[in-house]
Nanobody, 124 residues
Framework: QLQLVQSGGGLVQTGGSLRLSCAASNLDRHGIGWFRQAPGKEREGISCISGSGITTHYTDSVKGRFFITRNDAENRVYLQMNGLQPEDTATYYC???????????????????WGQGTQVTVSS
């Protein structure tokens, strides 16, 4: 079972940037998704990258502001978040899907291993 360890996050002012990292012992071409959950709201998929690194997807609310990349030599996937807004405040999770080699998905049903979560708070 792949263990995912997250880092990054924290408190930032509106318009600021943060970078989240998701590390594993061996990503082994697993697709990685980033999800977030705000208090009182359902978890939503916001970005993903296929195991091949060729395919990425973003939910509409983060397009043009968030960017997902992977470095397989480091066994890390990054989520660069720019132009942060108060509505981006949430707990962020990364997740891996062994079958997501050429594609990825924003549905959490496609993922089997989850990181521990990291808080992102954007102050207005």
């Amino acid at each position: 079972q792949l263990q995912l360890v997250q880092s990054g996050g924290g408190l930032v002012q509106t318009g600021g940037s943060l970078r989240l990292s998701c590390a594993a012992s061996n990503l082994d071409r697993h697709g990685i998704g980033w999800f977030r959950q705000a208090p009182g709201k359902e978890r939503e998929g916001i970005s993903c990258i296929s195991g091949s690194g060729i395919t990425t997807h973003y939910t509409d609310s983060v397009k043009g502001r968030f960017f997902i990349t992977r470095n397989d030599a480091e066994n890390r996937v990054y989520l660069q978040m720019n132009g942060l807004q108060p509505e981006d405040t949430a707990t962020y999770y990364c997740a891996s899907g062994a079958l997501l080699i050429r594609r990825c998905a924003l549905s959490d049903r496609e993922y089997s291993n989850w990181g521990q979560g990291t808080q992102v708070t954007v102050s207005s």
